[in-house]
């Protein structure tokens, strides 16, 4: 119910850029705090549910929270170990925008491809500086760049 949003103790948005101007508002006028996150591989969900317990605070919460993700990781480590022997040695150039052009990229990493670039096109400067940490290559105009970068790797 959008009536009550200025309730919330938290906001949480996926897509920075299509809520981000909503959120800084409502963090302006009812301190509401938020997050940006992305649900996309193992490493950014993970790292998703830790930044929604830790911006509670509830150490009881945390604690079990790292308890269900490290179940969950031993299992899913399992289930992606043949997927990885199919994938090594494979890369990937992403052509995508905003979000994307980071969580793809981490997604991708997990399960073992190389991403050689990404494309920054749509991104905020908060997207860019995830980006930044996930890939080496920052593809500004990526119709010009991707196909030098395809013959290259």
């Known amino acids: 119910n959008i009536q009550t949003a200025h309730r919330a103790?938290?906001?949480?948005?996926?897509?920075?850029?299509?809520?981000?101007?909503?959120?800084?508002?409502?963090?302006?006028r009812y301190q509401i705090p938020h997050i940006?996150?992305?649900?996309?591989?193992?490493?950014?969900?993970?790292?998703?549910i830790m930044s929604i317990v830790n911006a509670f605070g509830d150490e009881k919460l945390i604690k079990k929270a790292k308890e269900v993700?490290?179940?969950?990781?031993?299992?899913l480590e399992k289930r992606l170990e043949p997927y990885r022997k199919i994938l090594a040695g494979k890369k990937a150039i992403?052509?995508?925008?905003?979000?994307?052009?980071?969580?793809i990229a981490s997604a991708l990493q997990d399960i073992g491809i190389e991403v050689v670039?990404?494309?920054i096109r749509k991104a905020t400067l908060e997207d860019i500086e995830i980006a930044k940490q996930y890939v080496d290559i920052l593809m500004k105009v990526p119709a010009q760049e991707q196909g030098k970068l395809i013959d290259e790797h």
């Open 36 to 48: 940006s996150i992305s649900f996309y591989g193992k490493r950014d969900t993970t790292n998703a």
């Open 117 to 119: 670039a990404t494309s």
């Open 69 to 75: 993700i490290a179940e969950e990781e031993a299992a």
């Open 94 to 103: 992403l052509n995508t925008g905003g979000n994307k052009s980071w969580s």
């Open 9 to 28: 103790k938290l906001n949480v948005i996926v897509c920075a850029k299509s809520l981000v101007t909503l959120v800084r508002k409502m963090e302006e």
